[in-house]
């Protein structure tokens, strides 16, 4: 086991090698990014503008690759969990590493961080869910439902998690325990959940290998409706005034009501869509695995631009006032003009980027599968 550097931040302290312990507690700070795409609803926007150009403020190794999830930054702490079962804590400001924790098997998506608690999701693993307490270094609680994914949602005090198994839960966030589940009609084990769950006035969504767009009442699990999108649904929704946004492997961005299930649009991108939409201004942005950014108009699905990036597209960007950051699995970081997509910055970075990218305290946060995680700032002007 490689040793750990011990740093003390604001009062903040590592209790070991191996151990994660932070020694204050954790208050949500306006702009911070407590969970994948920032919150419920996978809108992925910042707070504050983060204007290109950037130059780099640190580089961290995490001894791991990262999966399809993003970091997640809450009171100046930024949190990531890696492929071999680890959960790492970093000073926002340096990189400087607080500690961390082997928590299991792989974990996929992103831990979700409320107060002094990080709800973790792991794959393959005895004990797929767990709550880790940030105070005193260990778990709360764990529990087995299934290979998750997935990042977990946490929404009115209750967790919400789908398995690759077909099964979808709802759970107490004090205890893990299960309030309700529903499971894919018809189900066979190649019929999985990999859609990150979102959620709005009631309603949690969530997609699923089958290819069928799910809406679930969030209090008592109840189906809604359902949409059959015609070709698997990983990529997790985006629910944006009343619409739910996602894109399928046949390469369609589709538009749904939350409240009836009914389609609004569809739009052809010609290549399968894995990544998650972003919001900017009156567009929708999303990326192909063909390597191709879209600009979609909201309102009827039309297409506002096409930019090549050069590379595929497998996670959701993020969105600081007219700028969309988006990663490729060519290994590069790019900056879009929202309005007409135009590039306006990019970097390389030591791997492929298969997370989506994090925007707080001023700051790029990204991960690669190269154990990186690196961090942005504005350049001087």
């Not at 996670?315 to 007409?340: C, E, R, S």
Request: charged content about 20%; proline content about 5%.
């Amino acid at each position: 086991m490689r040793a750990l550097p011990v740093t003390l931040l604001c009062a903040l302290a590592c209790a070991g090698c191996g151990n994660l312990r932070i020694e204050r507690s954790l208050h949500e700070q306006p702009g911070d990014w407590p969970a994948f795409a920032r919150g419920i609803d996978h809108t992925a926007t910042a707070g504050n503008p983060v204007t290109p150009p950037l130059t780099r403020a640190w580089n961290q190794d995490v001894n791991a690759g990262v999966g399809n999830g993003s970091p997640v930054i809450v009171d100046s702490v930024v949190f990531v969990a890696t492929l071999r079962g680890d959960l790492y804590a970093m000073a926002a400001g340096d990189g400087k590493i607080i500690g961390w924790t082997g928590l299991g098997d792989a974990i996929q998506g992103s831990p979700t961080v409320d107060g002094n608690v990080a709800f973790v999701a792991l794959s393959s693993s005895k004990e797929s869910l767990t709550a880790f307490d940030l105070n005193d270094g260990k778990a709360r609680w764990k529990r087995n439902y299934g290979d998750v994914e997935t990042s977990p949602l946490l929404y009115q005090e209750h967790l919400f998690v789908g398995n690759t198994a077909g099964t979808f839960y709802c759970l107490e966030r004090a205890t893990g325990d299960q309030r309700w589940k529903y499971e894919l009609p018809a189900n066979t084990r190649m019929k999985g959940i990999r859609s990150s769950p979102a959620a709005e006035a009631g309603t949690v969504v969530f997609g699923a290998d089958d290819g069928w767009l799910t809406a679930l009442n969030a209090e008592t699990g109840a189906l809604r409706w359902r949409v059959d999108t015609g070709s698997p649904l990983t990529a997790a929704p985006l629910i944006r005034n009343g619409i739910i946004y996602i894109g399928n492997r046949q390469g369609s961005l589709l538009a749904v009501e939350r409240e009836t299930g009914t389609v609004l649009w569809r739009c052809a991108t010609g290549a399968p869509v894995v990544a998650n939409a972003v919001p900017a201004g009156d567009l929708v942005v999303v990326g192909t695995l063909a390597g191709k950014a879209f600009g979609i108009r909201a309102k009827d699905g039309t297409t506002a631009w096409v930019t090549d990036l050069g590379g595929p597209v497998s996670a959701g960007g993020a969105v600081a006032g007219t700028t969309v950051y988006v990663g490729t699995l060519k290994k590069q970081i790019f900056a879009l003009n929202a309005p007409d997509g135009t590039v306006v910055w990019r970097d390389s970075l030591d791997g492929r980027i298969r997370t989506s990218p994090a925007l707080a305290l001023g700051k790029l946060f990204i991960a690669t599968d190269e154990h990186t995680l690196t961090a942005f700032k504005e350049a001087p002007r």
